[in-house]
């Protein structure tokens, strides 16, 4: 499972700002942040070589990242690729817009999947449970924390433990591109009661946390997004060109 951290602060120079780790199977190829959609100019993220869709891109200032539900992982004949729906997102003009069109196209084409969708205005949670339509839901302002359960839900053992942690964190800095508190939550690797609570996956049974990304997104739409080609704490976080 993969998890998405995002903090809304309506009135904030940078009112969205997102923490994200991605945990998939190391034996999947896969291209870092860039433009490689030829028929979706401006939109920037990650390639998924197998599918040839992304689990988080951006265009402008939105971005959209797509997650597994339990017990999800990996894809299905007769399924559509999680990955476009991301690129869907995209061609919205809003996390509201593009929340709306994917709630109205039918859930039981993809396996079942979360989203964060996320603007100036803030974000939307999208619950897709593989039948019927997926239903969308605001995020309040404050911290929300998305794994393959719903915000913030203490079920899952990676929020029960890491939320709280989050929460105390100082905020990052985008203006003087001060991430660290963000950087060493995303980089722990340390069990708690189990391999279910560890936020940076280490490689087990083939799989594992491949990479990392830190974003923030203005009040005037900029969008900074920092990207570890490999797990955080291993890798550097490095610039995404606009």
Avoid: Q, Y
């Avoid at 869709?53 to 299905?76: D, H, I, Q």
């Avoid at 404050?142 to 929460?167: E, I, K, Y």
């Amino acid at each position: 499972m993969c998890t998405v951290i995002l903090l809304h602060r309506p009135g904030h120079p940078w009112p969205v700002l997102i923490a994200a780790n991605r945990d998939e199977r190391l034996d999947r190829p896969w291209d870092p942040p860039a433009e490689w959609w030829p028929d979706r100019p401006r939109v920037v993220g990650g390639r998924d070589r197998l599918g040839g869709g992304t689990w988080m891109a951006a265009r402008g200032g939105m971005v959209a990242a797509v997650l597994n539900r339990p017990g999800s992982l990996g894809p299905a004949a007769g399924k559509r690729s999680r990955g476009d729906l991301p690129l869907l997102a995209l061609e919205a003009g809003s996390a509201a817009a593009a929340a709306a069109r994917l709630a109205a196209l039918p859930a039981e084409d993809w396996r079942p999947f979360n989203m964060v969708l996320a603007d100036r205005a803030g974000g939307v949670f999208l619950r897709g449970l593989g039948a019927d339509r997926a239903a969308a839901v605001p995020l309040p302002p404050g911290l929300a924390m998305v794994t393959a359960h719903d915000p913030n839900d203490l079920a899952s053992p990676r929020t029960a433990r890491h939320l709280p942690r989050f929460r105390a964190a100082p905020a990052p800095d985008p203006d003087r591109g001060d991430w660290a508190a963000w950087e060493a939550l995303l980089a722990d690797d340390s069990l708690g009661a189990g391999i279910a609570d560890t936020l940076r996956v280490p490689p087990t049974d083939g799989f594992g946390t491949v990479c990392a990304s830190l974003l923030a997104i203005g009040a005037d739409g900029r969008l900074v997004w920092r990207f570890a080609a490999g797990p955080a704490g291993t890798t550097p976080f490095r610039p995404v060109p606009e």
